[in-house]
């Protein structure tokens, strides 16, 4: 895969006043789950984001094992715009998001991490 995504790696990058090709990282510092990545991922929303996340779920499902995200980070994700549109309406005046969790998130336990990744 091709990119003109750009980097400044301090210590790596052979100047510190112009920023490199990704590219000449890609192989050292890419992380497994995006070298798996296929091309349906790769070409689906956010970069492939967004099928890796639905991948990992599904996974989780099969397994049943914890989602690496849950139904409060989920719902959480999916509030932001509606918010981000009510402050807008309200000359960007800041908005509460609200906790679904009712305060637990200061207890639970973190998610699994994705035993292949």
Known sequence: ????DKVFIEGRSKTSDQWESLEIYRSVYEHPVWRRADERARNSGHGG????TLE????????????P???YETVTWGVISALS?????QRSQSVDV????????????PALMNPRG
């Open 1 to 4: 895969m091709v990119s003109d």
């Open 49 to 52: 984001s967004d099928y890796l």
């Open 56 to 67: 990992a779920f599904v996974e989780s499902v099969r397994n049943r094992n914890e989602p």
């Open 69 to 71: 995200i849950d139904v």
């Open 85 to 89: 549109e009510k402050s807008v309406s």
């Open 98 to 109: 609200p906790d679904f969790t009712k305060g637990k998130w200061r207890i639970r336990e």
